[in-house]
């Protein structure tokens, strides 16, 4: 099982530029999420998915758009990227809300200039 | 607000030995807590989940405890190996807070020196 799997890795972007993050998941999980991890600081969740066609505003939304349109796939598009979001991006995704744990991909660290 | 704070920021302890990491919460109404492992470049992996009535949880080395009362948790690790250097993230969830309930902790950053 590959799980929660995110592209790229590592991405360096001029301000004012756009893209998007990839993130996958082959568990079935209906609840995807974005979260961002800046440095000395706990992650905020920026969109969250409780199933494909249905997406939410986290704490930190602003700057962010995504979409689900398939159970596997929620990608983070960011518009116009700005030094303030320079962060590491983790993708995770759970079977349900409650007690269930998240499983998070490796992570795309990202560098606005 | 709900919050999360972890104690210490930083550890360094030798190869073999124990150690206990502190985690307080303020977040109401308590769902459940959940303790992550963060390996340098990774993304965290779940480590416990314990619920309201639960005061102990083991996973190998690794035993957290939970007091609702004081709202207080702690993460014990026996015998520390090198593979235990990593930070661990304290994590409460919030009762009907859905998939945006969670608060993270800032972590406590984990050295194991040989």
């Known amino acids: 099982n590959a799980g929660v799997t995110q592209t790229p890795k590592f991405r360096i972007l001029k301000i004012g530029q756009s893209m998007t993050l990839q993130c996958t998941q082959d568990m079935n999980h209906n609840y995807m999420y974005w979260y961002r991890q800046d440095p000395g600081m706990g992650l905020k969740l920026i969109y969250y998915s409780v199933g494909a066609g249905i997406t939410d505003k986290g704490e930190v939304p602003n700057g962010y758009n995504v979409s689900r349109s398939t159970t596997e796939d929620f990608p983070l598009r960011l518009e116009l990227a700005a030094p303030s979001q320079t962060s590491v991006y983790f993708c995770a995704s759970s079977w349900k809300t409650g007690n269930e744990k998240l499983f998070f991909g490796s992570g795309t660290q990202l560098s606005v200039l | 607000k709900n919050q999360v704070e972890q104690s210490p920021q930083s550890l360094i302890i030798l190869e073999g030995k124990n150690c206990t990491l502190q985690c307080n919460y303020t977040v109401s109404p308590f769902s459940n807590l959940r303790w992550y492992k963060q390996d340098t470049g990774r993304g965290p992996v779940s480590l416990t989940i314990?619920?309201?009535?639960?005061n102990t949880k083991s996973n190998g080395r690794y035993t957290a405890t939970l007091d609702a009362d004081t709202k207080q948790s702690s993460l014990h690790i026996t015998a520390s190996q090198l593979s235990d250097s990593a930070s661990y993230i304290c994590?409460?969830?919030?009762?009907?807070?859905?998939?945006?309930?969670?608060?993270f902790g800032k972590g406590t950053h984990l050295i194991i020196q040989p």
């Open positions: 994590v409460v969830s919030v009762t009907g807070g859905g998939a945006d309930g969670l608060t």
């Open positions: 314990m619920t309201f009535s639960e």
